[in-house]
């Protein structure tokens, strides 16, 4: 079992930015793929960005080129910086980790942005 624990939500003005951190208490944080996801209310769960165990990095459209996925080099946080932050990524965030035949999500993080 893998619990993750995320932080780093807040309430900001549009075009501010936020850094959001994931850790998974007692364990290094190194797993097969490693994803930010995002819900807003009334909205289905939607993936943000991925980072994969080997380094290659995947983002929506939505948020690319404004988000950055990272991970440290002692490997115990996940990260996503957003910049330039709109209205329209009000979400939950949401940590999520793929090892072996498991997947495992965070509580989330809210993340409000206002106009």
């Known amino acids: 079992q893998v619990q993750l624990v995320e932080s780093g939500g807040g309430f900001v003005q549009a075009g501010g930015s936020l850094r959001l951190s994931c850790t998974a208490p007692g364990r290094i944080f190194d797993f097969d793929a490693m994803y930010w996801y995002r819900q807003a209310p009334e909205k289905e769960r939607e993936h943000v960005a991925g980072?994969?165990?080997?380094?290659?990095?995947a983002y929506s459209d939505s948020v690319k080129g404004r988000f950055t996925i990272s991970r440290d080099n002692a490997r115990t946080t996940l990260y996503l910086d957003m910049d330039n932050l709109r209205p329209d990524d009000t979400a939950v965030y949401f940590c999520?980790?793929?090892?072996?035949?498991?997947?495992?999500w965070g509580q989330g993080t809210q993340v409000t942005v206002s106009s």
């Open positions: 980072l994969t165990r080997g380094g290659t990095k």
């Open positions: 999520h980790v793929l090892l072996g035949p498991g997947n495992y």
